[in-house]
Nanobody
């Protein structure tokens, strides 16, 4: 069973920065892609950023130019650097692994438990 453990959340003032990290219990190379999602109170979970095995990246429009996703395959980690944070970035951030954990590329996904990010105005 895959374990994804997020860290790095906290309270920061608007304009500040945070770096989230996701540590995986298995090789992240197994997965089609790794991503960060977030869920604010009363809202649906949304995809924030995604990085494929081939290091292609995707960002939702609201974070483009401010957030950067990266992966460290040897360390089995995926980071999300968040700069110029805004109050509307406040949410629980979840790490996601897209694809079956056996590395076959079949459908599947794994989730971390989330880390809270709060941006004060």
């Amino acid at each position: 069973q895959v374990q994804l453990v997020e860290s790095g959340g906290g309270l920061v003032q608007a304009g500040g920065s945070l770096r989230l990290s996701c540590a995986a219990s298995v090789s992240i190379w197994r997965f089609n892609a790794m991503g960060w999602y977030r869920q604010a109170p009363g809202k649906q979970r949304e995809l924030v950023a995604r990085i494929t095995r081939g290091t292609n990246t995707y960002y939702t429009d609201s974070v483009k130019g401010r957030f950067t996703i990266s992966r460290d395959n040897p360390k089995e980690m995926v980071d999300l650097q968040m700069n110029s944070l805004k109050p509307e970035d406040t949410a629980v951030y979840y790490c996601n692994a897209d694809g079956a954990a056996d590395g076959t590329g079949r459908p599947g996904e794994s989730w971390g438990r989330g880390t809270q990010v709060t941006v004060s105005s």
